[in-house]
Every structure is written in structure tokens, then in C-alpha cells.
């Protein structure tokens, strides 16, 4: 089976930030989006903006017009989605049922397959707004695939008309890769709004101009060099910062209760410093030194940090 650039109707199956905009690079890589699925007024307004003149349908209309069906549903939404689709006979034969899900690969499409169908996993590794600037976003991103053999070249081809890069991933390594995905991206986020906070705290009145070109640089020179860019106290051994950090975010924790902030950063001082003892960046003394620092025993936290 070839993928016909400009030939396949298209039904997008939940109009959130992901589908909405894949709905549209496919579109505008000549696909014809015969349908849509929307039903809160945000999802209505997304696919009016993004996907123009396309109808709003229920999912078993979209299924009846369309040869290539996208998903773009929860993770945990997804399975039970597809079994109870499968049980009113809505799948058909020979039709491309993709969903963009990073936890799932095929094998929770299997009731697609069953019914003939040619299941497909395309998950864009990157986050979405949901507005038109993440189609130009997209022209950077890679999408992890995954697919039988001989359907990986129609995976494949998809996600180069929609101007990204596909990398496959094998089905038993789904969950790994989304957990890295997952740690890397929404844990940053994470930090970024515990730093911005504590800067905050103290009563800087822009945290984000301070933050971003530090954070910037550290993530450029982190995918550049790896973990050979590691800077800061941690990678010195400066148990002695290292100590003043975990009192005043302990002091910082009690005044505002937001253990959360100390609870993050013992767990990722304690795991920069076992990393930097791995690769040799610190040597076994200053180890011992910065986990005395942090109150912790071979990497564990044992301070009252998740209690306050």
C-alpha cells in the first residue's frame, strides 16, 4: 500500500492541542480532513482555527469517511476507545488507524488489526499550544513510530509530509520513551516554576528575565555536550553551598509550605552528584561531602523534606 500525497481523507478523532495541529500539517501536506471530532467549545474554536471548513462529526461518521483515522485522544482514554469502537464494527478493512499516544505502540490498536485495519503509532516528541506556531515547531520535532515491518514505510512517510523527522521505536520500549520524554520535558517545566517562584519569594520582580538566558544556555550546552556541561556546586563538590542550599530551602519550605522545592532539589542534587561520581567529575571524598550536605545515604533522601 503507497501513500498518495493528496489522496487520503483524514478524520481526526479529539481536536486538542495535538490533533488539531497534526489535522492541519497534514492538510496542508495535501491530505483532505474529511472530519472532525469536537465536543467542548475550546475544541470547537481550536478546530475552527486550525482546521477551517472541515465538519464537526461524531467519531462513527468520521470512521464511515476516512482512510486514515488519527487519534489524538488521553493515553488512558485510548484503550478502552479502540475496544469499544472495534465492538460496534466501526473499523474497516484496509484502513490507517494511527494514534499519538507515547505509551502505546500498536499493540492497543489489536482490535483495529482484527478487523482489518493497518494500526499505526505516531507520537510527536514535543509540546503543543495548540495554535498555528506549532506547525512551524514541527519542522524541528521527531516523532517516535512504530508499526509492523511492512507498514513502517506508510509511518514513516506521514510524519516526513507533515515536515518532521520519524525515529522508530520498538513496541517493548514504548513506555521508556515516553517516561523520558515525559521526565525531561514536563519535569522542566516543573523546575522552571520552582525557581520562578522562589525568585519570587524573595521579591524579584521578573524571575523569567533572570531565568531565561541562564536556562537557555544550560539546555543548549546540556544537548550539545551532554552531561560534560554539568556546572555549579554539585559538579565542584561545594558541600559547603551545597549545606546553605538545603538549610535556606528547608528554612524556605517551613514559611511557605512548599516542600515540594526542597523535596526536588535533594532528589536532583543527589542524583547530579552520583551521575558526576560515575563519569569521574567528583571524586569519591567530595561524594561523601555533598550527600553529607544533603542529608542523604547512598543517594537516598532521608531528611523530613516530603513531611513539611
Same mark, same amino acid.
Given at each position: 500500500?503507497?501513500?498518495?500525497?493528496?489522496?487520503?481523507?483524514?478524520?481526526?478523532?479529539?481536536?486538542?492541542?495535538?490533533?488539531?495541529?497534526?489535522?492541519?500539517?497534514?492538510?496542508?501536506?495535501?491530505?483532505?480532513?474529511?472530519?472532525?471530532?469536537?465536543?467542548?467549545?475550546?475544541?470547537? +474554536? %481550536? !478546530? $475552527? *482555527?486550525? &482546521?477551517?471548513? @472541515? #465538519?464537526?462529526?461524531?467519531? /462513527?461518521?468520521?470512521? +464511515? %469517511? !476516512? $482512510? *486514515?483515522? &488519527?487519534?489524538? @485522544? #488521553?493515553?488512558?482514554?485510548? /484503550?478502552?476507545?479502540?475496544?469499544?469502537?472495534?465492538?460496534?464494527?466501526?473499523?474497516?478493512?484496509?484502513?490507517?488507524?494511527?494514534?499519538?499516544?507515547?505509551?502505546?505502540?500498536?499493540?492497543?490498536?489489536?482490535?483495529?488489526?482484527?478487523?482489518?485495519?493497518?494500526?499505526?503509532?505516531?507520537?510527536?516528541?514535543?509540546?503543543?499550544?495548540?495554535?498555528?506556531?506549532?506547525?512551524?515547531?514541527?519542522?524541528?520535532?521527531?516523532?517516535?513510530?512504530?508499526?509492523?515491518?511492512?507498514?513502517?514505510?506508510?509511518?514513516?512517510?506521514?510524519?516526513?509530509?507533515?515536515?518532521?523527522?520519524?525515529?522508530?521505536?520498538?513496541?517493548?520500549?514504548?513506555?521508556?520513551?515516553?517516561?523520558?520524554?515525559?521526565?525531561?520535558?514536563?519535569?522542566?517545566?516543573?523546575?522552571?516554576?520552582?525557581?520562578?517562584?522562589?525568585?519570587?519569594?524573595?521579591?524579584?520582580?521578573?524571575?523569567?528575565?533572570?531565568?531565561?538566558?541562564?536556562?537557555?544556555?544550560?539546555?543548549?550546552?546540556?544537548?550539545?555536550?551532554?552531561?560534560?556541561?554539568?556546572?555549579?556546586?554539585?559538579?565542584?563538590?561545594?558541600?559547603?553551598?551545597?549545606?546553605?542550599?538545603?538549610?535556606?530551602?528547608?528554612?524556605?519550605?517551613?514559611?511557605?509550605?512548599?516542600?515540594?522545592?526542597?523535596?526536588?532539589?535533594?532528589?536532583?542534587?543527589?542524583?547530579?552528584?552520583?551521575?558526576?561520581?560515575?563519569?569521574?567529575?567528583?571524586?569519591?571524598?567530595?561524594?561523601?561531602?555533598?550527600?553529607?550536605?544533603?542529608?542523604?545515604?547512598?543517594?537516598?533522601?532521608?531528611?523530613?523534606?516530603?513531611?513539611?
Amino acid at each position: 500500500m503507497a501513500i498518495k500525497p493528496g489522496r487520503l481523507g483524514v478524520g481526526i478523532v479529539g481536536a486538542g492541542r495535538v490533533g488539531a495541529v497534526l489535522g492541519a500539517a497534514l492538510r496542508g501536506a495535501g491530505h483532505a480532513v474529511v472530519g472532525v471530532s469536537a465536543v467542548s467549545a475550546e475544541s470547537r +474554536e %481550536r !478546530a $475552527e *482555527l486550525l &482546521l477551517p471548513g @472541515v #465538519p464537526v462529526l461524531e467519531i /462513527p461518521q468520521i470512521l +464511515e %469517511r !476516512a $482512510e *486514515l483515522v &488519527l487519534l489524538a @485522544v #488521553p493515553d488512558d482514554a485510548l /484503550p478502552e476507545l479502540v475496544s469499544g469502537l472495534a465492538k460496534t464494527g466501526a473499523w474497516q478493512v484496509g484502513q490507517l488507524v494511527a494514534h499519538t499516544s507515547g505509551r502505546y505502540g500498536t499493540s492497543v490498536l489489536a482490535p483495529v488489526k482484527l478487523a482489518g485495519g493497518i494500526p499505526l503509532a505516531l507520537h510527536p516528541a514535543m509540546t503543543f499550544t495548540g495554535m498555528s506556531l506549532d506547525l512551524t515547531r514541527l519542522l524541528d520535532c521527531t516523532f517516535g513510530i512504530t508499526a509492523d515491518p511492512a507498514m513502517l514505510p506508510i509511518a514513516q512517510a506521514l510524519v516526513v509530509e507533515m515536515g518532521a523527522e520519524p525515529v522508530v521505536i520498538a513496541e517493548a520500549d514504548r513506555v521508556l520513551y515516553h517516561a523520558s520524554l515525559a521526565h525531561s520535558a514536563n519535569h522542566l517545566v516543573t523546575l522552571v516554576a520552582q525557581a520562578t517562584q522562589i525568585l519570587g519569594d524573595i521579591g524579584v520582580d521578573a524571575p523569567n528575565q533572570m531565568l531565561g538566558p541562564l536556562l537557555r544556555a544550560a539546555l543548549e550546552n546540556a544537548l550539545a555536550s551532554g552531561e560534560s556541561a554539568l556546572t555549579g556546586p554539585v559538579a565542584r563538590g561545594d558541600a559547603g553551598t551545597v549545606g546553605a542550599h538545603s538549610q535556606a530551602l528547608r528554612e524556605h519550605a517551613l514559611d511557605t509550605g512548599s516542600g515540594d522545592i526542597l523535596d526536588a532539589y535533594l532528589a536532583m542534587s543527589a542524583a547530579t552528584a552520583a551521575r558526576a561520581a560515575r563519569r569521574g567529575l567528583l571524586s569519591a571524598d567530595s561524594f561523601l561531602a555533598v550527600q553529607a550536605a544533603l542529608g542523604t545515604d547512598d543517594g537516598g533522601l532521608t531528611g523530613p523534606a516530603s513531611t513539611i
